[in-house]
Nanobody, 119 residues
Framework: QVQVVESGGGLVQAGGSLRLSCTTS????????TDWYRQPPGNQRKWVAG???SSVRSGAGRFTVSRDNAKNAVNLEIDSLKPADTGIYYC?????????????????WGPGTQVTVSS
């Protein structure tokens, strides 16, 4: 089994920074891509940032995605937080599981972590 879980959410003041983590656990797997999504209250889930499994760091503007190999995690750093950044943040991990020498693709969502930005 491969499992994905997000962490690091909470209540933050506008203008501050936050680091979210997406940790993948299990055995015999490799990661092709990790993406972060945000779902504001009452709205659809939308893509925020992402990174291929071979990359170490990627980002544009206020959002930076980085890899922490020691923790098998992909982090999302958000700078200059705004109230509009409020929502549940999910990560989606795509990769391959090695099951009896057969490579099986997977795409998993974590349960999400709540971020609330106060003005």
């Amino acid at each position: 089994q491969v499992q994905v879980v997000e962490s690091g959410g909470g209540l933050v003041q506008a203008g501050g920074s936050l680091r979210l983590s997406c940790t993948t656990s299990g055995s015999s797997f490799s990661i092709d891509h990790t993406d972060w999504y945000r779902q504001p209250p009452g709205n659809q889930r939308k893509w925020v940032a992402g990174m291929p499994g071979s990359s170490v760091r990627s980002g544009a503007g206020r959002f930076t995605v980085s890899r922490d190999n020691a923790k098998n995690a992909v982090n999302l750093e958000i700078d200059s937080l705004k109230p509009a950044d409020t929502g549940i943040y999910y990560c989606n991990v795509r990769g391959l599981r090695n099951i009896r020498v057969t490579l099986i693709p997977f795409a998993l969502w974590g349960p999400g972590t709540q971020v609330t930005v106060s003005s």
